[in-house]
């Protein structure tokens, strides 16, 4: 071959167009599967209700979301100025573009406010009391017991209204990072003033998971109340996927029209790109079954890990808490762990037994997937023994290694026997 004609090495890229209308189908193909999710928790909440006030409930429920949506859009383009600064990769285009989406999401969040200040009473006489002097002195200590002492217990209309006043507040203060971006564009604005910002941004948004808004009746009846990540509602993971499908259609339109190509619909580029909705690059996808698999597997796996780390800590002395988010006591999440193995174990048997109805060659088929699964899980487990998978079990003992992988040998030996008899079955059936 002559030089210039060498295939390069590595996967091919894709052109810049396809790997944008990808992104649409992925956005467009989450949004789909979050509103069908909500219009499920929706009809569980209110089996009885008639379509129509199902359809007026749920546009509530998702402006009540968008909410959420905006105020973590300014919290997390916030936290990301610090991250940037953090690691000595902020520019002066990254602060523009942070500060932008924190400005716009609070002009949002300002106008629906100010839309009910206009006609409630109760809004307005809220806005009053909460005003610029109200929130002028206050740290970040003082919004919370604000929020505590003041804004938990009001009627919905004076929220608005304390929202509202908190919202403008805000407004000035991020005026304030792009005045300061202005004068050093390459300089992060005051860390520790971008940290107060988003502190109190931070504080609403917990008041809005606290207060359930956004979540549907049927979200509330099984909210956790353990320690750990507070659950968002459906609506705002509904909001967020699709302004992110919004944005990544924004990208592939802008590119569609630099290259004169025809632009369609979001759906139609789902359609027409369903494939990568099912497969990742250089893998084929896992059927349903093969990943029940491979999610037992490794959720098992952890299982093992926490439980070590249960036997350890058990032995350490009581440490003081630490600051921050509280973690989900080890007992709690090895319990969860096991019943997640219970349910996926139940959908590994019922695909099985599915399979089983249908017929003797798919049942074998079936089989053989479920085998060469467990056969992978064996050389995985050897691997995590730090032993190799390819040896003999002769040269195993020899080495003197332990009766846990000495046992897994003899297993993935049985395992690979079985496969070879249900692979000649299904030759047989087949021909």
């Known amino acids: 071959m002559s030089k210039g004609t060498l295939t390069p090495a590595g996967r091919s890229k894709l052109p810049k167009l396809q790997l944008l209308m990808n992104e649409v189908a992925r956005s467009q193909a989450k949004y789909d599967e979050s509103l069908d999710k909500l219009n499920e928790l929706i009809k569980e909440s209110f089996p009885n209700k008639p379509e129509d006030e199902l359809i007026t409930y749920r546009h509530e429920i998702l402006d009540s979301g968008d909410n959420l949506r905006l105020v973590y859009d300014i919290e997390n383009s916030l936290l990301n100025i610090k991250k940037k600064a953090d690691k000595n990769k902020y520019t002066a285009e990254l602060g523009s573009e942070y500060l932008f989406t924190s400005k ?58 304390w929202l509202n006043s908190f919202f403008l507040q805000i407004d000035a203060r991020i005026d304030m990072l792009f005045e300061m971006h202005d004068l050093i564009p390459n300089e992060a604005p005051s860390i520790e003033f971008v940290i107060d910002i988003r502190k109190q941004v931070k504080a609403i948004e917990s008041f809005y998971i606290a207060a359930n808004n956004g979540m549907t009746p049927a979200e509330e009846m099984n909210k956790s109340s353990a320690p750990g990540r507070p659950q968002k509602p459906q609506s705002f993971i509904v909001c967020r ?24 619909t979001a759906k139609e580029v789902l359609e027409q ?33 926490l439980t070590q780390q249960l036997k350890i800590e058990k032995k350490q002395p009581v440490q003081k808490p630490k600051i921050g988010r509280t973690a989900k006591p ?24 599915k399979a089983r109805e249908t017929g003797e060659l798919e049942f074998n088929k079936t089989l053989l997937t479920v085998k060469k699964a467990e056969r992978r899980d064996l050389r995985y487990g050897l691997k995590r023994l730090e032993c190799d998978p390819n040896i003999t079990l002769a040269q195993a003992k020899s080495n003197g290694e332990s009766s846990v992988s000495i046992k897994m040998r003899q297993e993935l030996i049985d395992t690979n026997k079985e496969i070879a008899d249900i692979s000649n079955t299904i030759s047989s059936l087949s021909k």
Request: aromatic share 6%; no cysteine; hydrophobic share 35%.
């Open 241 to 264: 996927s699709k302004s992110d499908l919004e944005h990544a259609y924004n990208q592939y339109k802008a590119q569609a029209k630099s290259e004169n190509a025809a632009i369609l």
């Open 104 to 161: 716009n999401s609070l002009l949002e969040l300002i106008a629906k406010t100010s839309i009910i200040n206009k006609v409630s009473k109760e809004s307005q006489e809220a806005s009053e009391v909460f005003n610029d002097e109200y929130f002028s002195s206050m740290d970040f200590d003082e919004l919370v017991k604000a929020i505590n002492n003041d804004l938990i217990d009001l009627p919905e209309d004076m929220q608005n209204g």
């Open 273 to 305: 790109n369903l494939k990568v909705i099912n497969t990742t690059t250089g893998r084929i996808a896992l059927t349903p079954l093969e990943k029940a698999m491979s999610d037992r597997y490794k959720t098992k796996n952890l299982i093992e890990d």
């Open 330 to 353: 080890l007992p709690d999440r090895i319990s969860e762990l096991k019943k997640k193995v219970k349910k996926l174990t139940k959908f590994i048997d019922n695909e099985v037994s």
